[in-house]
């Protein structure tokens, strides 16, 4: 089976492990971002660099929005998600929303460092001011209150 790697595998992992692997190719950025030495040793081992169709965008978006993670997710992320998707992968990551949207998805994942998700996330979307919730709609577009017009935040159900 083939390995997708987050950005946490590629700050972790030995560069034996990393050349093996799947990467998008646009975590190169973040990468050099949070640790220009990983860079450098990455871009002396490289994985295989992909960049998901946007058809493979489409889908991981479509995915994030049925478990409510996509509002928290960022480019990259969704380039991760699409190759894992695209590949049916093992998805490696510490992220919990990506952790969320492979499990409902079905696609295997394993955590890098930490322990992970023990179990699925929920999302509603509650009011900052008079705490109404509601259903996170599929955009996830956090918005106003329709009772008060204070601004709504995305919120993991209990």
């Excluded at 987050?6 to 799947?22: F, K, S, V, Y």
């Excluded at 478990?67 to 590949?87: C, E, F, N, P, Y």
Aim: with cysteine; charged share 25%.
């Amino acid at each position: 089976m083939v390995d997708v790697l987050d950005t946490a595998a590629l700050l972790n992992w030995p560069a034996e492990r990393i050349c093996q692997g799947i990467c998008a190719f646009s975590q190169l950025q973040e990468l050099g971002r949070l640790s220009e030495p990983r860079l450098l040793l990455v871009e002396a081992n490289p994985p295989d660099l992909q960049t998901p169709s946007k058809a493979d965008l489409e889908i991981a978006m479509k995915a994030a929005a049925k478990t409510g993670d996509l509002d928290g997710l960022s480019d990259v992320d969704l380039d991760v998600m699409a190759l894992a998707i695209k590949h049916t992968a093992i998805l490696h990551t510490d992220d919990y929303r990506l952790q969320n949207i492979a499990k409902a998805s079905g696609i295997a994942y394993r955590s890098v460092s930490t322990k992970g998700i023990s179990s699925s996330w929920s999302w509603e979307l509650r009011c900052s001011g008079c705490r109404a919730s509601a259903k996170v709609p599929e955009n996830t577009q956090v918005r106003e209150c329709d009772i008060c017009g204070s601004p709504q935040q995305l919120k993991r159900v209990r």
